[in-house]
């Protein structure tokens, strides 16, 4: 394997499995925060136990996303050293005040899953606030790093201000912080919704279900609002990403909208539904607005096809499922008879966040291609000159796989913990 | 004083807090390896229970020196990252193990004795690897035998391999042994308390006699360094701190725990002092110095947001201690 295909490779292993756990503290603490609310509003102890579990699994959750973001730290220069040396000091400025959020965040993630004797009721509570906001403050702010290398603007060297300036970030910011909680909220309910199926049906459940459920529903119906303002801001700063994502061949008016399919690298789509028009009316509000399509740019621009537009229907497709799955939820429990139904229509559902988070880097990063800083660095001139990239690439990718092995069994014992101790635990909440 | 000089510091400030913090935590799990008989899983009660709020916290000091280190000189990012390519990924093999390993652990509950146990071990193991290949990396930073002139030329080095990394990496560990013991004799009385230190005595040796044989090996390998150490710069700095060490071995032996940790904790700043100091300007001698640095609008950010950042970290880092190591800093008195 070639040094870039191999760095390519051990640095999308090691982001897609940090970011999963980057997403679970940036959604636990909200859903902590919600749950130890209502037991401080109604006294009910099924709460309390509800935000001690959750805060059991974020302290899991958050310590290998900690190791993780250390790791990736330590590869954007283990990986890109021509890159880092190029824009280091345009890009280290969020990454500088992401570690004042990191800080904060560790800080007050210890005070509160050891502080339940330690600290008064309510200002344990806060303890859950500062970890929501540094959590979502250093999502926000490594988006802008990213975000720059999407749309750049300023000098590539010495620009500190430059991240912040970028026309993707706040976009981008919004968006990527939506799909946390979105990912977390769904998987959250799931594991719920398997335990009521399997019959424990007792207020922990049913409460901590809802509680999900609810952030959940919520997050995944702005998701689409926030993601048309993205696609608006693509047609502006990365016409051939979206070209490329839609598989758009011709600049002109009246641009279809592709679902579905699949393309080869030509830009033909096989087996898609086009709707007529439906991009200018997406983009523009208006059939006749203009697109530019792939046949604008020079062939060898191009990013693989294939992967940014499957990975944009994946991600597309799992958001409306998961409306639509939401909507059968509350449906079903409303009219009251369909319960399984309804706990069906959540345990469906509980992985879609997560892929469709994924999915969403994929088009992003992939889309990207062959750039590292669009227009500006291409990717093969970022890498390291290190000749055994392949060596670390399987190596750490075996250790992710071994860490998210462990990690499920593990946090399955937390949540479906032994009869015994359950039996205890429920006469408890009772 | 120039920006250099002083983010130059700010750096070194946070290599010393993630000494003296995580550095005590990566203690608390070689302790966590060597537990012994009888009080073996009282120990690791103790080890555990310290570590548990604080070390995530204590943990984000080396990423802090590592988002420092690529914003203000990246020139030596680049050179380290390229050069020490394979200790740098082992380092994180550790880092990851040692963590995750360490949570794991705490919530292997449903999973019986075996899992504690798997995890445990990891832990522990991955606790020692991880310092020795700091210190080795330390080593190969300060040996001169890095080659970093020519950005095109760098490639892997085996710096990190020589006897002097080597003996660097040995230190990097007893210290962080050492520390570890101290702050723990500290955090409780009775049997437990005479355990950690004997220990603490044990380690503190083991600091004395690895500072000796590095001597030998800094004036065949690393004479640049030797000198540096002498210079009238960094040599009032290894003083205090030999008189610090000094101060701590016999407070120990006296069982004067609070005065041992202050002192140890003082002996670790000084020694980092003076090699900084004598290391100053290099970052990585003979090639690359702290004037290598990034244009000065990103110096000027970096100084200007690192007072807010304070301003938000060193209160909730108080709050922090103080809630969970209150009554053994003493702060809880009043
Ligand atoms: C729960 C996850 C999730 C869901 C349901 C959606 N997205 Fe998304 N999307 C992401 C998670 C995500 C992401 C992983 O968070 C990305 C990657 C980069 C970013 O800013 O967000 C992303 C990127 C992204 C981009 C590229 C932004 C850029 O590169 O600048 C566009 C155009 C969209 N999304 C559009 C949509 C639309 C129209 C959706 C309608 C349902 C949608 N997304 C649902
Ligand atoms: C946060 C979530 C992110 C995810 C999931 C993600 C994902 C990815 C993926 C999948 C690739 C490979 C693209 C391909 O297949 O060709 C990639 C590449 C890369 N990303 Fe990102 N990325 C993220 C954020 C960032 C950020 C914040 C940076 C920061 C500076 C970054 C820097 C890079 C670099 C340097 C590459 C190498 C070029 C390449 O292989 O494409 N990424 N990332
Ligand atoms: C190249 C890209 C990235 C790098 C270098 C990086 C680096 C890190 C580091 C060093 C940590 C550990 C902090 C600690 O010890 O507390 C961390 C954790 C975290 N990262 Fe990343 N990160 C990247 C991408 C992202 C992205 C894109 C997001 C969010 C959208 C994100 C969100 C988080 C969060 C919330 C944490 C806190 C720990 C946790 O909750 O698991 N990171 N990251």
Redesign the interface.
């Given at each position: 394997m070639n040094s870039v295909l191999a760095a390519r490779a051990q640095m999308e292993v090691s982001l897609a499995f940090h970011m999963v756990f980057a997403a679970l503290g940036i959604g636990m603490p909200v859903l902590l925060i919600v749950a130890e609310g209502m037991w401080l509003r109604t006294g009910q102890l099924h709460y309390r136990r509800i935000a001690v579990k959750w805060g059991?699994a974020t302290?899991?959750t958050?310590?290998?996303g900690?190791?993780?973001?250390?790791?990736l730290?330590?590869?954007?220069?283990?990986l890109w050293?021509?890159f880092?040396?190029?824009?280091?000091?345009?890009i280290?400025?969020a990454?500088?005040?992401?570690?004042?959020a990191?800080?904060?965040e560790?800080?007050?993630?210890?005070?509160y899953?050891?502080?339940w004797d330690?600290?008064s009721a309510r200002v344990h509570w806060l303890t859950g606030f500062?970890i929501a906001l540094s959590g979502l403050a250093s999502g926000v702010l490594v988006v802008a790093a990213n975000a720059w290398m999407q749309a750049p603007v300023g000098t590539p060297?010495?620009?500190?201000?430059a991240p912040f300036r970028s026309p993707a970030w706040l976009h981008m910011a919004l968006h990527s912080s939506l799909s946390c909680y979105v990912a977390t909220s769904f998987a959250v309910a799931g594991v719920y919704a398997v335990g009521m199926l399997r019959g424990r049906r007792d207020a922990f459940h049913k409460s901590a279900l809802t509680i999900a459920f609810t952030v959940a529903t919520v997050t995944a119906v702005l998701q689409p609002l926030s993601g048309d303002i993205s696609a608006r801001a693509m047609a502006k700063y990365q016409p051939l990403k979206l070209a490329a994502m839609e598989v758009l061949l011709q600049t002109g008016p009246h641009a279809p909208l592709t679902i579905g399919g699949i393309p080869d690298d030509t830009g033909i789509v096989h087996l898609g539904l086009r709707i007529p028009s439906g991009l200018s009316l997406l983009l523009h509000h208006d059939p006749a607005g203009v697109v530019q399509g792939l046949q604008s740019f020079p062939r060898a621009a191009w990013p693989n096809l294939i992967v940014t537009h499957l990975a944009f229907q994946a991600m597309v497709g799992f958001g409306f499922a998961m409306i639509g799955l939401a909507a059968l939820f509350w449906w079903a429990r409303w009219k009251g008879k369909h319960e399984r139904l309804a706990l069906r229509a959540a345990v469906l559902a509980s992985p879609m966040g997560i892929l469709a988070l994924e999915a969403g880097w994929v088009v992003t990063e992939a889309g990207r291609q062959p750039w590292i800083i669009y227009n500006i660095m291409l990717t093969a001139d970022g890498v390291?000159?290190?000749?055994?990239v392949d060596i670390?690439f399987f190596?750490?990718s075996l250790?992710y796989i071994m860490?998210g092995v462990?990690?499920v069994?593990?946090l399955r014992?937390?949540a479906h913990?032994?009869a015994r101790?359950y039996a205890a635990g429920a006469e408890h909440a009772g | 004083m120039r920006a250099e000089i002083i983010i130059a510091g700010a750096v070194l400030i946070a290599v010393m807090a993630y000494a003296v913090l995580g550095g005590a935590d990566f203690g608390g799990g070689v302790w966590d390896l060597f537990a012994t008989r009888p009080r073996k899983h009282e120990q690791r009660e103790v080890i555990a229970h310290g570590m548990g709020p604080v070390w995530e916290a204590n943990h984000v000091w080396l990423i802090f020196v590592i988002v420092l280190l690529f914003t203000a000189y990246p020139r030596a990012f680049e050179a380290l990252s390229i050069a020490l390519y394979v200790p740098f990924h082992l380092v994180l093999l550790g880092i990851i193990l040692r963590g995750a390993s360490f949570v794991f652990r705490t919530y292997a509950t449903s999973g019986g004795r075996t899992q504690q146990r798997l995890f445990g071990v990891l832990f522990g193991v991955a606790s020692v690897i991880t310092p020795v290949l700091l210190g080795m990396s330390l080593g190969a930073v300060s040996s001169g035998m890095l080659k970093v002139s020519d950005p095109a030329g760098i490639t892997a080095s085996r710096a990190w391999l020589s006897p002097l990394s080597l003996a660097m990496g040995a230190l990097a560990l007893a210290l962080c042994a050492y520390l570890a013991a101290v702050y723990l004799a500290n955090e409780i009385d009775g049997d437990l308390q005479e355990d950690f230190r004997a220990r603490a005595l044990i380690a503190g040796t083991f600091v004395v006699a690895f500072s000796a044989l590095l001597l030998p090996f800094l004036r065949s390998e690393a004479p640049h360094l030797l000198a540096g150490l002498l210079t009238a710069r960094a040599l009032p700095v290894l003083i205090i701190g030999a008189i610090a060490a000094l101060v701590a071995g016999g407070a120990l032996r006296v069982r004067r725990y609070r005065l041992a940790r202050t002192a140890a904790v003082l002996q670790v700043i000084c020694l980092l002092g003076g090699w900084g100091l004598a290391q100053f300007p290099y970052i990585i001698y003979p090639d690359i110095t702290i004037y290598d640095a990034a244009p000065a609008s990103t110096l000027r950010f970096v100084l200007l947001t690192l007072p807010v950042g304070l301003v938000l970290l060193l209160p909730s880092l108080w709050f922090l201690f103080r809630v969970f190591k209150g009554e053994h800093l003493g702060l809880l008195d009043d």
């Open positions: 059991k302290a899991l958050f310590a290998v900690a190791v993780s973001g250390t790791a730290a330590f590869e954007l220069g283990l050293p021509r880092m040396a190029y824009s280091g000091s345009t280290g400025s990454f500088a005040l992401e570690a004042y990191f800080f904060v560790a800080i007050f993630l210890g005070l899953i050891y502080g330690r600290l500062a060297s010495g620009d500190p201000t390291t000159p290190v000749q055994s670390t190596g750490f250790l860490l462990a990690l069994v593990l014992g937390l913990p032994r101790e | -």
